[in-house]
């Protein structure tokens, strides 16, 4: 029989708290997988490709802003931060980072519940195609593991040119133009810094295109910016 509930998945470390939103949840008709560290965390979404993920920002591996900013590399499952009420800047930093909505601590069923139901009604299945791995021609990238690889070896890429490369994978298909990679990469007022970004480009050509003269992934449009073939 195919279970048809929404997965949610949990990453939460203190053990009271991680059972109570995932009664609740599983109450409210959610399957939850839960986790108590960033890294289980990330692997589970990879796994389970689920409808929501509800995060705490204080993990015992890592900080829950940083699990956000890999996570958005390559998945758009809803996240709702679960933070204390301290904890007001790093919340902000958050959802600038790219989640969806948060929760102080403590809260409440009702409340809960009540976003959970907002994020589904948004989002209402996990999207199979998220996956912290990707493959293009001889390339093979995994977002967990940070590695690239180009027929099986290792290709060594700056942080920029990863972070360019992730874009370009989430955005595969679709043109990207020059004033939104260079605000992605380096913030905004970055705007007329092209030269930059071609540089960068070139780089990233070289290291995974066989022909970088004559790019098959990571395509010019004139004038506009650039668009990634897989
Ligand atoms: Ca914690």
Do not use: N
Request: proline share 4%; charged share 30%; with cysteine.
């Amino acid at each position: 029989m195919i279970d048809s509930r929404p997965v949610a998945v949990v990453v939460e470390d203190e053990p009271r708290i991680r059972a109570f939103v995932a009664a609740a949840l599983v109450e409210d008709g959610c399957r939850v997988v839960e986790t108590g560290t960033a890294r289980d965390g990330l692997a589970a979404v990879d796994r389970a490709k689920p409808a929501l993920v509800l995060l705490d920002l204080g993990l015992p591996d890592r900080d829950g802003v940083e699990f956000i900013r890999d996570l958005r590399r390559w998945s758009t499952a809803p996240v709702i931060v679960l933070s204390a009420r301290s904890a007001e800047a790093e919340k902000i930093e958050a959802l600038d980072a790219g989640a969806d909505d948060y929760l102080t601590k403590p809260f409440g069923v009702g409340e809960l519940l009540a976003r959970v139901r907002v994020a589904l009604r948004r989002h209402p299945a996990g999207r199979a195609t998220d996956a912290a791995t990707f493959d293009f021609g001889d390339v093979h990238v995994d977002h967990l593991q940070r590695v690239v690889l180009r027929s099986g070896e290792r290709v060594h890429l700056t942080p920029i040119e990863y972070r360019l490369l992730s874009l370009f994978i989430a955005h595969a298909g679709r043109v990207l133009t020059h004033r939104q990679l260079l605000r992605e990469i380096w913030g905004a007022g970055a705007d007329t810094e092209s030269t930059y970004l071609r540089v960068h480009v070139g780089h990233l050509r070289h290291k995974l295109e066989a022909d970088p003269t004559r790019p098959r992934h990571i395509v010019t449009e004139t004038g506009v910016g650039y668009r990634f073939v897989a």
